[in-house]
């Protein structure tokens, strides 16, 4: 995936010759540099608090420390793409440090003391990056993004919990088999995965795709669940089924990020299709990439062009496409599974981004007997983007033990 990466910022570089000299040079630091691996221990994970348990399970784990990184910040800031909020502007700790685009290289760029991992589990293997210490918290992401969309919040979560973030089955470092895509058997590798961890019971907060997962999770594993957040996406229902996907005479299909401008989700159905989006998009999803960003975005820059190359990177090949077509493809399957949970008794809290919090409102409350629907003011679909200082204080408050 490194390489894809370094493709797409060798677009942007094309466009400034000092920028592509800045560029070459620094790669080829990179590659006269020494690559150092190391092993984690088990007292480097530390011990879980009340609620968790630091026993080791049999499933298999494997994880690795981070290559050496190199001081390269001037490279984007001449590209014009380091760009972060005022309060999280040192998330990847100390802006140098950004050649190296490898998960274990941005896992390590993070302040927190973060590791990436890998677990075999459900018979697939799962990519997951961990930090800090107390009780976990696991973030699952959604489409077409990867853990690296929690990268504003990990550090300032990590101070008080164990942070895990997870590439949910078929997503960015994790295996991408044919099949399993239901989130019923997501939150089964997601379970397996906490006790591969030596988790008892964790918190969870997904969005998008990896909200649906945090919600079967809690559904079916009510045990191993503290609380979950959903952010700006529900569970699939019913409701789906009757999505408006023509635009009336004078609305533009493209949004602008303003919570009154309607969103057509076009690409529900085209994730329907198969082949067709492999066909289409591999090599190329740096355009679909942005163009999703760019019409639902308050700020399209709380999505940096780094971050748009890491994604772009990440579903670039045939099989992530499809991986990712698969989250969609079995909604119907989701759809069924949900009419036997009921309303889960795990207390929900969910971070509503402006134009899905009078949705989620009104449904949660049917799927969960113990629910708040927060409304994050200024904030578009992607949540932990646009407004990553509100979600820490909220996801702080609501996992305080």
């Not at 009757?242 to 493209?254: D, E, K, M, W």
Request: with cysteine.
């Amino acid at each position: 995936m490194s390489n894809d990466i370094e493709r797409e910022l060798a677009k942007i570089s094309t466009q400034d010759p000092m920028t592509s000299m800045s560029l070459e040079r620094d790669r080829q630091h990179a590659l006269n540099s020494p690559s150092v691996t190391t092993a984690r221990t088990a007292s480097e994970m530390g011990t879980a608090s009340t609620g968790t348990s630091a026993n080791r399970s049999p499933f298999k784990r494997a994880e690795f420390g981070s290559p050496i990184r190199m001081a390269v910040s001037a490279l984007f800031i001449a590209a014009g793409i380091a760009t972060a909020s005022p309060v999280f502007a040192g998330t990847e700790r100390g802006s140098q440090n950004m050649a190296d685009t490898s998960d274990a290289a941005l896992a390590a760029s993070l302040p927190g003391d973060f590791r990436n991992g890998y677990a075999e589990v459900n018979g697939t293997r799962i990519h997951y990056v961990e930090g800090g210490k107390g009780t976990p918290v696991l973030l699952l992401p959604g489409w077409p993004q990867t853990w690296w969309e929690f990268h504003k919040i990990m550090p300032e979560l990590a101070k008080r919990h164990r942070v895990i973030a997870v590439d949910l089955r078929g997503m960015g470092g994790s295996a991408k088999p044919g099949l399993g895509y239901d989130k019923k058997n997501m939150a089964k590798d997601i379970h397996e995965l906490t006790q591969a961890l030596g988790y008892k019971q964790v918190n969870i907060a997904g969005h998008d795709i990896g909200a649906m997962v945090a919600y079967s999770f809690a559904a079916n594993y009510p045990d191993a669940t503290l609380k979950i957040c959903l952010i700006d996406v529900a569970h699939p229902e019913e409701s789906l089924y009757t999505l408006s996907l023509l635009p009336p005479p004078g609305h533009a299909v493209r949004g602008t990020g303003e919570s009154t401008h309607p969103v057509y989700l076009w690409w529900f159905a085209f994730n329907q299709l198969p082949d067709l989006p492999q066909q289409l998009l591999a090599g190329k999803s740096r355009l679909l990439i942005d163009w999703l960003f760019d019409s639902q975005l308050r700020n399209p820059a709380a999505i940096s062009e780094r971050d748009r190359a890491i994604y772009a990177a990440a579903y670039s090949q045939p099989d992530a496409i499809r991986a990712g077509n698969g989250w969609y493809q079995t909604f119907g399957q989701d759809i069924i599974d949900a009419k036997h949970y009921g309303q889960i008794a795990t207390p929900v809290l969910a971070l509503a981004g402006e134009r899905n919090y009078p949705y989620l409102r009104e449904l949660l409350p049917t799927q969960a007997s113990d629910v708040r629907v927060v409304k994050v003011n200024s904030s578009s679909h992607y949540v932990p983007e646009d407004q990553p200082e509100a979600v820490v204080r909220e996801l702080l408050g609501f996992f305080k033990s």
